[in-house]
């Protein structure tokens, strides 16, 4: 069973709107990590975003948020006001915490492309 | 500047090669990776190591090796290197105890094998 999904292979955004980026997940560790990254063309994977399973609140960065609904097990990133530079690919990821368990888990990702 | 760097941006190997891409982490991480990322199948991980000298198969070990002789060197290893390996390969490391440390990557190798 696949850990991550992400069911947007692609989406487009106006500049200055606000875009959501769908995550759902499985496991059943209590215990785990979920993490954003961004791809840009040039192939470096750029951290954005991160919540643990027992965060009270969705975490945000500055325009990135996360929408994080436990018994839904998914974990949307929100990002508002977009950017052109914001056009890249996005992995939604999860680490598992139980001792032992090493991997982070991607799902297969969303293009986003930002239009002027 | 945390850096996890890898050897080559692009390579180019002929069928049948023995291919080593090496990455190397100035983080003093325990823990890490090698992953592949091939168009709609996102990241998918080959091998990691959690220690000097200790390794673990990922999900998709076959045609690969990796060593681990320094804390900060991972390598990996295509034995004979085959045209369904081409592909981006990406070198992750992270610390172990830190529940909400992020994995830092590298910049990506791009294997073509003609």
């Known amino acids: 069973a696949q850990k991550i999904t992400q069911t947007q292979p692609g989406m487009f955004v106006q500049e200055k709107e606000a875009v959501t980026l769908d995550c759902t997940y499985d496991t059943s560790d209590p215990s785990y990590g979920l993490f954003w990254y961004k791809q840009p063309s040039s192939g470096e994977m750029i951290f954005l975003i991160y919540q643990g399973s027992y965060d009270q609140q969705n975490a945000t960065e500055g325009r990135y948020s996360l929408n994080f609904q436990k018994a839904r097990k998914s974990a949307n990133l929100v990002i508002s006001a977009s950017q052109l530079g914001d056009s890249a690919m996005y992995f939604c990821?999860?680490?598992?915490?139980?001792?032992?368990?090493?991997?982070?888990?991607f799902g297969t990702g969303t293009r986003l492309t930002v239009i002027p | 500047d945390v850096k996890v760097t890898q050897s080559s941006r692009y390579l180019v190997k002929r069928t049948g090669e023995k291919v080593f891409l090496e990455c190397v982490q100035d983080?003093?991480?325990?823990?890490m990776f090698w992953y592949r990322q091939d168009p709609g199948l996102g990241l998918r991980l080959i091998y990691f190591s959690y220690d000097v000298k200790m390794k673990e198969k990922g999900d998709i070990p076959e045609g690969y090796s990796v060593s681990r002789e320094k804390k900060e060197r991972f390598s990996l290893i295509l034995e004979s290197a085959s045209t369904n390996q081409t592909s981006m390969y990406l070198c992750?490391?992270?610390?172990?105890?830190?529940?909400?440390?992020?994995?830092?990557f590298g910049q990506g190798t791009r294997l073509t094998v003609v």
């Open positions: 983080m003093d991480h325990e823990n």
């Open positions: 992750a490391s992270w610390t172990q105890g830190f529940r909400d440390t992020e994995a830092f």
């Open positions: 990821a999860m680490r598992e915490f139980t001792p032992g368990a090493n991997n982070l888990f």
